[in-house]
């Protein structure tokens, strides 16, 4: 039941731009249920193409943007975004997975919190703000164990 109700929101809030977060204990074929429904492009292939990303301890914020930066398109100064007429869905696979730094934040969720909440992040060389257009993100975890 949970995994026809993962794919029935994903597609009808994907296709409003809209994230989707998949929380569950292991081994309840999020991932799998969310890559089936991205890989037929919510229901119009013609129009949304898959980006699939998945954390580690490693992973960084920089690799992260540069990843993100190599498949985007440059509309117009300043604006960026896949190639016109489409839209791309992001997945993050494991999104609590990147190592907290010395304050406990962890670089790479905040790069994309940057994104999400200012449509747009810095680039790293000219320190000009890039807004990116047309992108939706959706990411899955496992839920966090209590450290007390």
């Not at 998945?54 to 398109?73: C, E, H, R, V, Y």
């Not at 440059?74 to 997975?97: E, L, Q, S, W």
Request: with cysteine.
């Amino acid at each position: 039941p949970d995994l026809v109700s993962y794919a029935w929101i994903l597609r009808h809030v994907g296709k409003q731009m809209r994230g989707v977060l998949c929380i569950g204990p292991t081994g309840t074929s999020k991932t799998m249920t969310v890559k089936q429904a991205l890989m037929g492009g919510l229901g119009e292939p013609t129009t949304y193409s898959p980006i699939f990303i998945t954390f580690s301890a490693q992973t960084s914020a920089n690799q992260t943007q540069d990843l993100l930066d190599g498949k985007f398109d440059k509309r117009y100064k300043g604006f960026y975004g896949p190639p016109v007429g489409k839209r791309y869905t992001i997945f993050v696979d494991d999104m609590n997975m990147p190592k907290r730094e010395e304050y406990g934040a962890q670089p790479p969720i905040e790069l994309l919190r940057q994104w999400y909440d200012q449509q747009g992040w810095y680039d790293r060389k000219s320190h000009q703000f890039n807004t990116i257009l047309d992108v939706c993100l959706h990411s899955r975890l496992n839920p966090f164990k209590s450290l007390a």
